[in-house]
Every structure is written in structure tokens, then in C-alpha cells.
């Protein structure tokens, strides 16, 4: 079962939960299926005279209600029916196709630079990068493409990109150079090291298309640390009452300068213990007339129970980047369901023993449908009234059994001095 974001002490939250409380809408009570979800939101849709796909948003202050990755949300319509719904989230895409790869030719020019030239097979299909195999753990190199038809005519695809690994301080960094696209017959690389070879293992021809993914930044805000260290640039957060999960770490650089620099991302429920949460590498370099970068590390728990965040960037023994700030960034969660016509429907959330349902509506549809989706909104939060708390009778009285348990201990305690003193005043048998 997906838990809930843990903060240390509570009085911070009952606090802001009972602030939300006051100025959330008194609604009648839910159908007895639904008495024990707290919260509800009417979804506001034109009516329609046949069945189509419609959607809502998540809006950021249902997770302060709902649980980390939202397994109570629901979908209801006005007869109290539970509605079948799938989650669309725009993660965007990277498809990497290989092409038929044949090394020819690996040689090094002293001074100059190691050569590697690759033939793409007959009739050429259409490539824009090659991934370089190589053994060396930790390096940092650059690269210029050259493309040609024929093997002997060349043409500049790739003027300067780098390629980089630091494996002492488990980066992978990337391996892949990317050029302009073209279906040339042949590649030649130049990776621009010339005190000596370098070491490739082999090389393969990709055709990559990348679909940027949907973000938004949350209110939070990183502070630069107090005592920098000089080896590295580091800022922290309190994500304080922030419940959505975190899906990136994207810096702004305003600098125009080219760097390489490999980002850590720490957690900490308590601002004291921290664990590793994210590594990755930032860059921004000139790819012949145009910029190429990289500016942000994704986060793959998204940030579970953790409300302490440590970003930092490994400068070694290169000057810090200048107008460096970083952000954290959420991925928006929109509910696609089925409207029906002469159905209204309202969003539940807010149930501490719910699990993450299960339908078939998401094996039914494809992408482009869910995009499709008539887009509603949402209307103010409402209580349930009747509401009625799911967790067992143990945990809603903890404290009590606590107590128990003390005047239990206590009695027992009791009974054991007293017969301890009964055996201490009785008298001794003769012998």
C-alpha cells in the first residue's frame, strides 16, 4: 500500500487541515458506498446527448487531502456509482532505433585525435546520433561528426559535442553524440583527444525522437546553504505543507558558458538522516550554430515521505556556475473517465485505508484519445457529512489503549509488591 509523506510532529498540519476545514463547503452526506471518503469536488461538464471521454485536473490542494500518489481518488456519478477512470500523464517520449552499424576503420593521429568511421549499410535510412562503446570509466571528451555519401566527400553534421563518464563518483554520464539528421551512406567521428587513444570498443547508429514531457514548478523554495563547500554548490528545502510528488530538479543558468557537472539529490524526513534520492548530469554546450543542454534530473520516487531536500552540484576543482537556481518541478495528474449522457459526477478523495484501483478503461484507450478529452472543471471542496473513519478501532484510540495499557501495567505492578510484602511478613515454618 503507497504511504502517505510522514512529517515529524503533527501540530504544524492539524493546523493547516483545520484552517482548509473552515473555508471548505458543508455538503449533504454521501451514499453509504462512499461514507468513508471525507472530501468531494463537483466535476463541471456541458451535457452531452452521447457517451464521450471527459477530464479534470488535479488541482495542487487535493494532495494536501488525498495520500501520496492519489490510490483514494475517485470518480462518482449522481447515483452514487462508482465510474471507471485512468490517469493521463504526459511523461513525453524518447525512441532510440538502431541502424545497421559496420566499423571500418579506428585509428589515432598523434597530437590531433582518435578516428572512427562507421558505414550505416545500403540505402541509408535516416540517423542523428551514435553511441560510443568504450571501457575507459572516467573521462571527458569531445566529439566532431563528420557524414559523407560515398566514404570519400565529407560534410561537418557535428562540429562539438562531449561525451563524459566519472564512474569514481557513479555517473554514467551519456556516451551518445547527437548531429543533425541525414541519411548518409558513412560517419566519421574525431573524438578530439591527441596525448593518446582513445579507447573504442565499438559504435552504434541511432535514430532518436524525443516528445518533451508536461511540467509544472511547485511553491517551493531552495536556499543556497549557509557554509558552501568548495567543491560543490548546494541549496535546501522544506517542502513544509507541498504534498505533491516531486518529478524533477531543473535548474536555471545564466551563465552562456559551457559546463558539464554531475547533480546530487538528497532527502530527509527528520532534516537530520538523508538518503540518496537522485544523480545525474547537467550541460549546456554549442552543437555547431545552436545551443544543446540539459538542465534537469529526474526524481523516480518522487520524493515519498520526505519534506527535507538537498540539491547539489559537484563543481571538483572547476569555478562555480554563476546564476545558478534551481526548481522543483511535479508532473500534473488529469482523470479521464466516460461521461454518460445525463450524468453528473463528482471527484472523492480524502480515505486513509483506500488502494489504488483497477480498471479497464486504460487497456481501452490509446493516447490520442485520451488527449481528446473534453477538458471540466472543478467545483469547491465539500465535506461528507456523514463521514466515517475507515481505520480500524485500535488505531483511532491509540492513546486510549495506551492508557489502558499503563493502569494495566500499574495493577500489575501493584499485585506483585503486595505479594512480594504477604511472603516478606509471613511466618517461617519450624524446622
Known amino acids: ?57 488535479v488541482p495542487s490542494d487535493v ?39 559496420k566499423l571500418h576503420e579506428k585509428s589515432f593521429a598523434a597530437g590531433l585525435y582518435t578516428q572512427v568511421v562507421l558505414e550505416i549499410g545500403e540505402q541509408a535510412p535516416f540517423h542523428n546520433a551514435v553511441e560510443i562503446q568504450t571501457s575507459e570509466p572516467d573521462f571527458i571528451e ?12 565529407w560534410r561537418l553534421v557535428q562540429q562539438r559535442a562531449p561525451i563524459f563518464r566519472f564512474r569514481k563518483d557513479s555517473h554514467e554520464g551519456t556516451q551518445v553524440v547527437h548531429y543533425s539528421e541525414n541519411n548518409a551512406h558513412f560517419l566519421r567521428l574525431q573524438i578530439l583527444e591527441g596525448a593518446k587513444q582513445f579507447p573504442v570498443a565499438g559504435a552504434s547508429v541511432l ?12 511553491p517551493v ?19 513544509g505543507t507541498v504534498e505533491e510528488p516531486v518529478s524533477d530538479v531543473r535548474f536555471d543558468v545564466a551563465t552562456p558558458a559551457e559546463f558539464i557537472r554531475s547533480v546530487e539529490v538528497d532527502g530527509s524526513s527528520d532534516n537530520r538522516e538523508w538518503r540518496s534520492l537522485a544523480r545525474g548530469d547537467i550541460y549546456r554546450y554549442q552543437q555547431g550554430g545552436s545551443l544543446t543542454e540539459q538542465l534537469s534530473v529526474p526524481i523516480a520516487s518522487g520524493g515519498a515521505e520526505v519534506r527535507y531536500w538537498r540539491v547539489q552540484i559537484v563543481n571538483h576543482n572547476d569555478a562555480p556556475l554563476k546564476g545558478v537556481s534551481p526548481h522543483l518541478l511535479s508532473i500534473p495528474r488529469h482523470i479521464i473517465f466516460e461521461q454518460q449522457p445525463g450524468r453528473s459526477y463528482r471527484l472523492l478523495y480524502g480515505q486513509s485505508q483506500a488502494r489504488q484501483p483497477e480498471y479497464d478503461l486504460s487497456r481501452r484507450l490509446n493516447a490520442k484519445q485520451m488527449e481528446a478529452a473534453v477538458e471540466g472543471k472543478l467545483g469547491p471542496e465539500e465535506i461528507n457529512t456523514d463521514w466515517s473513519d475507515p481505520r480500524p478501532w485500535t488505531e483511532q484510540h491509540d492513546v486510549l489503549l ?15 509488591i503486595r505479594s512480594l510484602r504477604r511472603s516478606a511478613t509471613a511466618p517461617t515454618p519450624n524446622a
Not at 503533527?10 to 453509504?32: D, F, H, I, N, Q
Not at 524525443?210 to 509544472?216: A, D, H, I, L, T
Not at 495506551?402 to 506483585?416: C, D, H, N, P, T
Request: hydrophobic fraction near 40%; charged fraction near 20%; aromatic fraction near 10%.
Open 402 to 416: 495506551w492508557v489502558v495499557l499503563g493502569i494495566a501495567v500499574l495493577l500489575l505492578g501493584y499485585s506483585a
Open 142 to 153: 569531445w566529439v566532431r561528426v563528420d557524414a559523407s555519401d560515398d566514404g570519400r566527400l
Open 63 to 101: 494532495y494536501q487531502r488525498a495520500r501520496f500518489w492519489l490510490p483514494d481518488v475517485r470518480v462518482m456519478d449522481d447515483q452514487g456509482t462508482e465510474t471507471p477512470f485512468t490517469v493521463l500523464i504526459r511523461e513525453g517520449s524518447k525512441n532510440s532505433v538502431s541502424r545497421a552499424t
Open 207 to 218: 535514430y532518436q525522437t524525443v516528445e518533451p514531457p508536461e511540467r509544472v514548478q511547485l
Open 221 to 239: 523554495t531552495l536556499n543556497p546553504t549557509s557554509l558552501p563547500v568548495p567543491e560543490r554548490t548546494s541549496w535546501t528545502a522544506d517542502l
Open 1 to 57: 500500500m503507497t504511504q502517505s509523506r510522514s512529517w515529524p510532529g503533527s501540530s504544524w498540519k492539524s493546523t493547516a487541515v483545520l484552517l482548509v476545514v473552515m473555508t471548505t463547503v458543508a455538503a449533504a452526506p454521501l451514499p453509504e458506498l462512499w461514507r468513508h471518503w471525507r472530501y468531494s469536488r463537483s466535476i463541471e461538464l456541458a451535457p452531452v446527448a452521447a457517451t464521450r471521454l471527459a477530464g479534470v485536473t
